[in-house]
């Protein structure tokens, strides 16, 4: 982190440290378990989709038509492609029950550079200083770190193998009330398998989530990352399934887990929210990028079930060869069983004396290994509901990891993780 004396930059700049995923970007080793990055795609079909456009254009170009060409490499509507927000819309309804109609409701479809940019704008447009803001502990830094450094409080509720509980977030926000005389204006939820935990949010929990929210006049921000990385057939419905008058969620998808890093997410909005989310926007960088959305839009008109097939079953045998592993070499210790998504959280026993971060620093990366530590999930400064209903400071928890199964093949995940689970047992002893 910058010193103060150096320049007089920001004030936030002072607080907030480097996201901690990217700062292990920096290593390169064999046994990769750290950033979540999609290891499988659909590539053969961006390519051809990405040669089709490329000899259109020079078509057009032959016969004289530069109009074509000039379109596709300029700016174009903030919020973005119309034909982009109604195919969307369209597959959420289809696909995802949303209470939608995709002729007319388009409008309520945001596009941005990626669901990140979505939420940073969320949390700009809608958090003053001292605002309360709900999330599960541990949870995506890309959510909680951006909250603190506009001056959120984030209020880290607890979460079990199912995600966050119903009874955890009754209590955070009578604590709010009680303490701050006010309600919490987000709750946070990646309701299907989360980032970080890989837990996936039942059905029941969902809906209590949506009545909590309706009845506290709470914004929910529901993330759907990874709604589209799931390795059963099973799927539940999402929280924004209930929201038939559109004011009580937001709900955010991106392309980067199911099309590749295109830098676009698309979000539906309660109509003013998305309005104030696009006027962010504008500000961040004018617009999306049209040839990006040209390429989604090709992309999403495929028939995705049966080209994700091939991708959903790598990375389903991943995950399956991730939780063997760590069944047979890791000591013992608590692991979620992910159903889709690109990561397992696994985490030692209570009462066991283990310091995540120490042990990759100087354990793992040295042998060629690397994960991302439970304290890279708590925000740099948040809170928690301790066992008398009061808000306390958090304690970021340093016992867990979160293991990325996304990109590295079976094989090197059978041996990198007998290979660390062989070092942490012995780095557990000698405690
Ligand atoms: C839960 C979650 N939300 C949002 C994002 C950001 O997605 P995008 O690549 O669309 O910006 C990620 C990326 O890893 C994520 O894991």
Redesign the pocket.
């Known amino acids: 982190m910058l010193k103060r004396e150096t320049l007089p930059y920001a004030e936030w700049t002072y607080r907030i440290p480097e996201g901690e995923i990217r700062r292990l970007l920096k290593y390169q080793v064999k046994y990769y378990f750290g950033g ?1 990055l999609p290891g499988a795609l659909p590539i053969r079909q961006l390519a051809g989709i990405i040669e089709e456009i490329g000899r259109e254009l020079l078509s057009d170009i032959g016969e004289g038509n530069k109009a074509s060409s000039l379109q596709l490499f300029n700016y174009n509507k903030t919020p973005g492609l119309d034909s982009l927000r109604k195919l969307f819309l369209k597959r959420l309804v289809e696909r995802q029950h949303l209470p939608f109609d995709p002729e007319t409701d388009y409008h309520r479809v945001l596009v941005t ?5 979505a ?1 940073y704008g969320l949390l700009d447009s809608i958090i003053n200083p001292g605002d309360y803001i709900l999330s599960a502990a541990p949870s ?1 830094l ?2 909680v770190t951006p909250a603190v450094k506009l001056g959120g409080n984030v209020v880290c509720c607890p979460s079990d193998e199912n995600g966050l509980t119903v009874e955890g977030v009754e209590k955070a926000i009578a604590a709010v009330k009680r303490e701050a005389g006010t309600v919490p204006k987000i709750l946070y939820i ?1 309701s299907d398998s ?2 970080p935990s890989g837990t996936t949010l039942p059905q029941d929990r969902r809906k209590a989530f949506f009545e909590i929210a309706q009845r506290e006049n709470i914004l929910i921000v529901e ?1 759907g ?2 709604k589209e990385i799931q390795f059963g057939k099973k799927r539940l419905n999402p929280i924004k399934a209930y929201d038939t008058e559109n004011r009580v969620v937001v709900y ?1 998808a ?4 199911e099309a590749g ?1 295109l ?3 698309y979000g539906v909005y309660p109509a003013e929210i998305g309005d104030m989310v696009e006027k962010a926007k504008g500000y961040y960088d004018l617009c999306s990028p049209v040839l990006n959305q040209v390429i989604a839009e090709r992309y999403y008109s495929l028939d995705l079930d049966q080209i994700l097939g091939e991708v959903l079953g790598i990375y389903r045998e991943r995950c399956g060869a991730m939780l063997e592993a760590l069944g047979s070499f890791f000591p013992k210790g608590i692991m979620t069983r992910p159903t889709g998504g690109f990561f397992v959280w696994w985490e030692t026993l209570p009462g066991v004396n283990f310091d995540s971060k120490t042990f990759n620093e100087k354990v793992a990366i040295p042998n060629n290994l690397l994960f991302v530590p439970s304290h890279a999930f708590f925000p740099p400064e948040g809170l928690v509901v301790d066992a008398r209903g009061k808000l306390v400071s958090a304690k970021p928890h340093t016992n867990g990891m979160r293991l990325s199964f996304s990109a590295v093949p079976k094989e090197r995940i059978f041996e990198g993780i007998e290979i660390m689970g062989n070092l942490l047992k012995k780095h557990l002893k000698q405690l």
């Open positions: 979540g550079n990626g669901a990140q940019q939420l995506y890309g959510f990646v989360d980032n993330d990352a990874y955010l991106s392309t980067s887990k890093v830098r676009i997410g």
